[in-house]
């Protein structure tokens, strides 16, 4: 099967317009430039983005009954419901636009959370996931959109999880942003040989487009670290994929062996996670067991020692009873000794 074309996915706000941008320099058809989405507040160097792809992804999530800040709960097989016909030909349309190009591909972040919808329509998709600084990201939703930080983290848990777990089986490879800053030549490197496009030879279009001004947030690990406000699997699925990265990145193997291997690493990063999901919620399963059960151990004392007392009560009670029969019979005779007997004459 021919390398087909180059989907550029990730979450919002994870330099997926950037690493666009980078890739057509090296030569990958995005669709005309003056059919792309241009630029804004939020992405004053264009968002790289063809309006077709980013209005049928709309329309799938709204048909879907979400939205690219509030994803829908897709179950298994979705993609082959026939209520998705008209969109189905739509995609098929749009994807003959580009019959002409040797080296084409797409960006749009919420190509994420719909895979198996285009991979049915293209079984050999190729993928480059865009990966930041989950603080760095909800920081900027924040900024942009007004989400809370927590929010922010966990719509990066889902696009990135949903980015690796989507593409099992298909060749993909990580871009992290915040190491285009530190090797921009390299990175570009990578991500092109991987797309089967050549490394621009004049260095400054490089340097231009990865300007420090697209920088705007910090992407310490220290204040991921530190924030409260994401949870600690958020923090393990990005420090792990990062470890990942470095410790292939040391090899020796081409970029597209290196390539696979981290995507195969991603992978397993994943399957742990969900292990771990699963064990965290035994331990606590466990620990609600353990405590219903002391709860109910603590009742169980309670109420046999109030039916102790109540035993207790119960002697005293017939106690009582014996004592006012005793008491009764003496009241009795005497009165039948004192009046009824002197006038019976017995």
Known sequence: MAEGPICIIGMHRSGTSMVASLLQRCGLALGSDGNLVGASDSNPKGHFEHPGFLDLNDSL???????????????????????LKVLVHDAELLLRSFSGYSHWGWK??????????WRKLIPNLRFVICLRNPLAVARSLAKRDGLSIAAGAHL??????????????????????????????????????????ETPIDPDPVHKTISKELRHESDGLLELLNETAITFEHKLLYLGLL??????????????????????????????????????????????????????STSRATIAEREKQIAT??????????????????????????????????
């Open 243 to 296: 470890a990942i990265w470095y410790e292939e990145s040391a090899s020796q193997l081409d970029n597209k062996s290196r390539s696979g291997r981290v995507a195969a690493g991603a992978k397993k990063l994943l399957q742990l996670l969900l292990e771990f999901r699963r064990e965290e919620r035994v331990a606590r399963l466990e620990a609600l067991l353990a405590s219903k059960e002391q709860l109910l």
């Open 313 to 346: 009560l119960e002697q005293h009670n017939a106690r009582l009873q014996v004592f006012a029969d005793a008491v009764r019979q003496t009241l009795a005779y005497r009165f039948y000794r004192t009046f009824l007997r002197p006038i019976s004459g017995k």
């Open 156 to 197: 990066w848990s889902l696009y990135t999880k949903a980015a690796i777990r989507e593409t099992n089986g298909y060749p993909s490879t990580l871009a992290f942003y915040e190491n285009f800053f530190r090797r921009p030549l390299g990175e570009v490197k990578i991500a092109a040989e991987f797309c089967g496009l």
């Open 108 to 117: 749009d972040p919420r190509t994420t959370i719909l895979l198996p919808f």
């Open 61 to 83: 999530l709204k048909h879907l009954g979400g939205s690219w800040e509030n994803p829908p709960d897709l179950r298994a097989g979705w993609e082959q419901d026939a209520s």
